[in-house]
């Protein structure tokens, strides 16, 4: 699942804008997957308080509900690469969306809580699909010289979808009159939140109509005639659609399928596939999914009123958003490592601060506050965390997966870096809960000092892909 996009040349053609815009188009579609991984990633936040007052369970019992989607994901992540391979990308897409349709209204009917988890491990299985074909896919039909910028739009489509998430949970909030499991037209509000994602995933489906297959598949299967149309549609004017395609197939036939024994070196893992994996886990371990699974629980924690804790969960999106922006203008401009090392340094200090703020927190039950000064503090410190986050880590991962593999072995490495992601966001979602109860500012200081050890990580292990062609990778 690799591009083999040529560089363009000093003085060579560069892309017609009416291209651009098709690429655009294309890759905002495809980009529908990561928008329905956010949005379904994040829309549970709404609906915690009310599951566990439903169905009155403890901290326990609520992390493995909510992180049981992170199951699915890491199966989905893992398999989608060889299915891809298989079947092509564009149904791969499809059989996805199916999924998070059906997630979606069975998570808004459920009979009872296990198949409430049930139906969030098959939605899972669809976002961790998502997670691999999306990137995947657009390196494939991305023109080398914006390659960076269009594989940010996965990142993007993932914030725009949390943002989404929680508008909708802020909007239907409101409805019920501020109660989340206040009801709506015979069903309570949270049920409502999970259900309204049926929208973008059938969206999602018919946009896979409306693309082109990877030509690298199209090539891969035989299909020459076909690839060379998607080909022309998306390369450079002025390049040879038959070298291209002869490319293509050089490398393909250079290639074999790449299995689990490709990846192992001396020591367990090759080392290139050792630092994705450390960049998949890092990503999750400073505790960025606690932002958007668990705010709006996080804030009334701290004495701050339900209505208000679902604002301040949009607010946190709309950052999110920001910060993803200024990473889809920098991505290119200033390369991957600097971006990292700038997102590691802001978050580690905001996640300190935050620690230090919720050490002040008093009182229990449902009488719980934390002074002013400290509040002000702890709302800042989580905006900019999710800024650093988003400017550096959302994105540039995300980047680098797609592009630090070496050919013979990017869609099996790929698969395990994600599955990687989604184990490490399980082991963060399921122990919040209960070091919350335990310590809330201890949780805080554990995911500063995850964010202290990306530095050296970055530092030591980490290379710069800015610039080089996928080819170059090895």
């Known amino acids: 699942m690799t591009s083999a996009a040529q560089p363009p040349r000093p003085g060579g053609p560069q892309a017609h804008p009416e291209h651009i815009g098709h690429v655009i188009f294309i890759t905002a579609a495809a980009a529908m997957g ?23 369970i403890g901290s326990g019992e609520l992390a493995q509900v909510i992180a049981a989607a992170l199951i699915g994901s890491a199966i989905g992540a893992a398999t989608a690469g060889r299915i891809a391979d298989r079947i092509g990308r564009i149904h791969c897409m499809r059989i996805s969306s199916a999924l998070f349709t059906v997630s979606a209204v069975g998570s808004a009917l459920p009979f009872a809580l296990w198949d409430l988890a049930m139906w969030r491990v098959i939605g899972g299985f669809a976002i961790g699909m998502a997670s691999v074909i999306g990137p995947a896919y657009i390196a494939e039909v991305s023109p080398p010289a914006y390659r960076g910028r269009l594989a ?46 049926v929208v973008p995933a059938i969206l999602y489906g018919l946009l896979s109509f409306a693309i082109p297959e990877s030509p690298r598949f199209l090539i891969s299967v035989g299909r020459k005639d076909a690839a060379r149309g998607v080909l022309a549609e998306v390369e450079d004017s002025g390049v040879d659609l038959d070298a291209r395609v002869e490319e293509i197939e050089l490398n393909l036939r250079k290639e074999h399928k790449p299995t689990f024994k490709d990846l192992l070196g001396r020591v367990g893992f090759l080392p290139v596939v050792w630092i994705g994996i450390g960049l998949s886990a890092l990503q999750q371990l400073v505790g960025i999914n606690v932002i958007f699974y668990y705010s709006s629980s996080l804030w009334q924690s701290v004495g701050i009123d339900p209505t208000s804790s679902f604002f301040y969960s949009f607010t946190t999106s709309i950052i999110n958003i920001i910060g993803t922006v200024i990473a889809m203008i920098f991505v290119d401009r200033i390369g991957r490592r600097p971006l990292l090392l700038i997102g590691s340094f802001g978050m580690m200090v905001s996640l300190a601060l935050a620690a230090w703020a919720f050490s002040y927190k008093s009182g229990s039950g449902s009488d719980i506050s934390i002074p002013n000064t400290q509040g002000t503090v702890a709302l800042v410190a989580a905006h900019s965390f999710v800024l650093f986050f988003a400017l550096s880590w959302g994105v540039v991962v995300w980047v680098l997966l797609g592009e630090m593999f070496p050919g013979k072995i990017r869609a099996a490495a790929l ?10 966001n399980w082991a963060v979602t399921v122990s919040f809960p209960t070091l919350s109860d335990w310590n809330l500012s201890g949780a805080y200081v554990i995911y500063s000092a995850f964010a202290l050890l990306s530095i050296f990580f970055i530092l030591k292990w980490v290379p710069e892909t800015k610039g080089k062609r996928l080819e170059e990778m090895g």
Request: aromatic share 12%; proline share 0%; net charge negative.
């Open 152 to 197: 940010s739009f996965q990142q993007a489509a993932i914030v725009l979808g949390i943002a989404l998430s929680q508008l909708v949970n802020f909007g239907i909030l409101h409805i019920a009159d501020g109660d989340q499991r206040g009801t709506i037209a015979g069903l309570e509000a949270w049920q409502w939140m999970l259900g309204v994602m």
């Open 415 to 424: 698969g395990v870096a994600a599955s990687a992601q989604w184990i490490a």
């Open 34 to 56: 990561g928008f329905l991984f956010g949005y379904d990633s994040s829309v549970i936040n709404g609906a915690v308080q009310a599951i566990r007052d439903r169905y009155d």
